[in-house]
């Protein structure tokens, strides 16, 4: 589903054909003619001075944020959590409901998984998240709702070292 090794996806871009690029926003669409499916390039922590990571994923995702997390964190592949972790910690307005099914099913998940999640989920660096991301913008969330989440984060990672 996602792929974060530099190498790896310039071999598989190599194996694409590109359907369109937004150069505004640094996003690319790709076909993969042998499997027939679509594919994403793109930097979602990026801004205006820095790209930041760059992701490349199967496009499009599942629609249910259940779904996706079930998916990405029950598998045994490290890059499936580090991709989105990457790309939640860039939707703010998403992370309230992403702690609340983490925690509701924690136990569907790879504890493995939900560690390198938790790890690359920028959810502490919120400050410089909202200057960088959210220029202008109102962010929904308040500052104690914020630090509440950056308390869940560390709940669930002595969660998953233990239990």
């Known amino acids: ?6 190498t790896q996806q310039v071999q598989l871009i190599k194996e694409m054909t590109q359907l369109r690029r937004d150069l505004e926003k640094y996003v690319v669409y790709y076909h993969h003619p042998q499997t027939n499916q679509m594919w994403k390039s793109f930097f979602p922590l990026g801004t205006n001075g820095e790209l930041g990571p760059k992701l490349l ?9 259940k779904e996706l997390l079930l998916i990405c964190l029950s598998e045994d592949a490290p890059e499936n959590a580090i991709g989105l972790a990457i790309e939640m910690t860039a939707k703010i307005h ?11 099913n ?17 959810v502490k660096n919120y400050p410089q998240i909202i ?5 202008g913008e109102e962010v929904h969330l308040s500052e104690k ?3 509440k989440l950056v308390w869940r984060s560390r709940r669930l ?7």
Do not use: G
């Open 1 to 6: 589903m996602y792929i974060t090794d530099h």
């Open 57 to 65: 994923r199967h496009e499009p995702l599942p629609e249910d944020l």
């Open 94 to 104: 998403e992370w309230p409901e992403v702690f609340r099914i983490l925690k509701e």
């Open 106 to 122: 924690y136990s569907d998940y790879n504890r493995k998984q939900v560690r390198y999640f938790l790890k690359n989920f920028e």
């Open 131 to 135: 200057e960088s991301l959210y220029e």
């Open 145 to 147: 709702e914020l630090k």
């Open 157 to 163: 990672k002595a969660k998953s070292l233990f239990f």
